[in-house]
């Protein structure tokens, strides 16, 4: 007897230090890893696609909080033609290992394939096993108290229409934040560009939208314009578009990551007085919000075509309102803990109703690589649920803003409604037409 307890007892020895062995790479371990790593960073684009494959970034930006900002994708044709490669399946499963949501979820895999583990040790210990030659050997515990364990499959497959339906609104909800969240960063690409549009078209007019001079007064349809006035008022337009942006970017990104690059770039760009104005402020965004609509308000235009513009503010309160909703309110709570219990206890359980299921295989041994398969197929379902749950470290915003700030530049920098040469001719072309209306 106490020869077959000691064989026990080196059984599970072996296991555990087997098991532990096989998830060294695990988030347990990557605290010892982060030590002896190298603290360079990439510097690949902030659009890059991808987990970083250069091994002199650190672990923690190859898994966890710090692989989210190789996350940050947007597509041209070319990468949509390499999505729908035939060789993607090919290409994907080459990348099995590498993959940072398998990754993330190892410590609930291991957890999950040692239970698998020890069912089927301790069923060999307490109920008898076959081994290498086929020869079958009696129980290394001949004991009333040592009984095999297991659970009828029944429980499992009742409760897996409940789970499926929990995962399945879990993932939904999710990606119902993420694409609310990039669509509205679509409106704020689409109305800073009408916005800035509008401002350069309508630069300079400041007759009624019938091209009659303003309640009878004297002011012409098209006044004579100073270059260096409007290229000054529209790049005011165009800078404070770019640092509302910028500053809803740096609003709602981890102060860690972007509050230095946030203060450098507008300290770049804008004046001491307006950089300092938005850093100090509570609240950048309004501020630099409220900056946006003094800039338009300066603009030589008819007071209707002012409120047309900042129509399009109105549009960014919105787009900001419902970000920081987004940003401040999470799935509720309750419901996001019940799935994960749910599935985590399922899952620990699970090993105890296949044991029968495999008793095909030696001493049901195929037992753990299913339980093992299951649990990275079901924990990673879950993953990306919480993954996509907060969309804005996920999302390129810093490659939207430098667009947006790009392209605004473009736009005031085209000739308007009304920009012409101060000549002589134009001139009297204006009074003619004053003359005309009168």
Known sequence: ?????????????????????????????????????NTRTTSRSTL??????DPSVPVTDQVGEGSRKYRRTVYTHDDWVRHRSPDRFGNNLSTLFNSGIYKQV????????????????????????????????????????????????TAFTILTPSLGLLLVFRTNTSYGRWDEARKMWGLNINHTRDLNRMATAWYGNEGNMDSVAFM???????????????????GQVSLFTWAFVRSMKRHLSPPEEDEEDFKAELRARLTPEQAENIIN?????????????????????????????????SIFEDTLGGCERLLSSPVPLFYSRHTARFLSTWLLLLPFGLYEQFKD????????????????CLFGI????????EPFTILPMQGFCDKIGGWCDEIVSWAGQGQQEYTEENAMSNEQEMTYWR
């Open 361 to 376: 295989s030696w001493n049901h041994i195929a037992m753990i690589p299913a339980t093992a398969f299951i649990s990275v």
């Open 1 to 37: 007897m106490v020869s077959r307890y000691s064989i026990a007892t080196s059984i599970l020895a072996v296991a555990i230090i087997g098991s532990t062995s096989a998830f060294s790479t695990s988030k347990s371990s990557l605290p010892s890893l982060i030590k002896s790593t």
């Open 382 to 389: 879950e993953e990306l649920a919480t993954q996509l749950e």
């Open 48 to 53: 890059y696609m991808g987990p970083p494959i």
């Open 216 to 234: 009878g007064g004297d002011i012409p349809y098209s006044q004579p314009i100073d270059p260096v006035q409007r290229a000054y008022d529209l």
């Open 106 to 153: 190892a410590n609930e895999v291991f957890a999950t394939t040692a239970v698998a583990t020890f069912v089927f040790l301790w069923n060999m210990i307490a109920g008898g096993y076959t081994d290498l030659a086929g020869v079958q050997h009696g129980p290394i515990i001949d004991s009333p108290l040592a009984q095999m364990v297991g659970l009828p499959m």
């Open 281 to 313: 402020a509570a609240h950048r965004p309004n501020r630099a919000l409220f900056d946006l609509s003094v800039a338009i308000e300066n603009l030589p235009m008819h007071f209707l075509r002012k409120n047309a513009i900042n129509t399009n503010l």
